[in-house]
C-alpha cells in the first residue's frame, strides 16, 4: 500500500508552500462541503486510514476531521483534476462539515447586491467544540 500511496503523491502538483486545495464533497449526494488545504503527510494519512485529514494552515499542524468536534469524513474516493493541482475527497460526512454547525461552509448567497444566510446551523458551534467533562 505505501508504494500505491507514493505513486499517488506523486501525480499531485503541490504549490510552493507544499500544499493543495482539497475539495470535500458528499459522495452520495454530491453536495460541496467544504475547501481546505493538504499536504503530502494529511493526504497520506487520509489514504491510510481511510478518514479525512488536512492541514491547517492557521494552525500550522495536521487537522483529522473530527477529532474535536467528532464530525468525521471517512474517505470514500480521492480525485485528481485535469491539472494535477487540486484533489476532490469523496466522503461519508459524520453530522455537520462547517465550524459554524452548518451542514456545508456554503450558506451564504449572493442574492439581490447582497450576502444572504441561506442556511442555519444545525449544532451550536460551543457545543461541536466543547470540553469534554472528567
Not at 475527497?89 to 450576502?115: I, K, M, P
Amino acid at each position: 500500500m505505501t508504494d500505491a500511496i507514493e505513486r499517488v503523491l506523486a501525480e499531485i502538483k503541490f504549490d510552493a508552500e507544499g500544499l493543495v486545495p482539497a475539495i470535500a464533497q458528499q459522495h452520495d449526494t454530491g453536495e460541496v462541503l467544504m475547501v481546505a488545504w493538504m499536504n503530502r503527510d494529511s493526504l497520506r494519512i487520509s489514504l491510510e486510514e481511510g478518514r479525512a485529514c488536512y492541514w491547517s494552515r492557521s494552525r500550522k499542524a495536521l487537522w483529522r476531521k473530527g477529532e474535536s468536534s467528532g464530525q468525521v469524513q471517512a474517505l470514500k474516493e480521492l480525485r485528481l483534476d485535469c491539472d494535477g493541482d487540486t484533489v476532490l475527497l469523496l466522503v461519508e460526512q459524520t453530522g455537520v462539515a462547517c465550524h459554524t454547525g452548518r451542514r456545508n461552509c456554503f450558506f451564504r448567497a449572493w442574492r439581490d447586491g447582497a450576502w444572504v444566510e441561506i442556511a442555519q446551523p444545525l449544532v451550536a458551534p460551543e457545543e461541536l467544540y466543547k470540553e469534554p467533562k472528567a
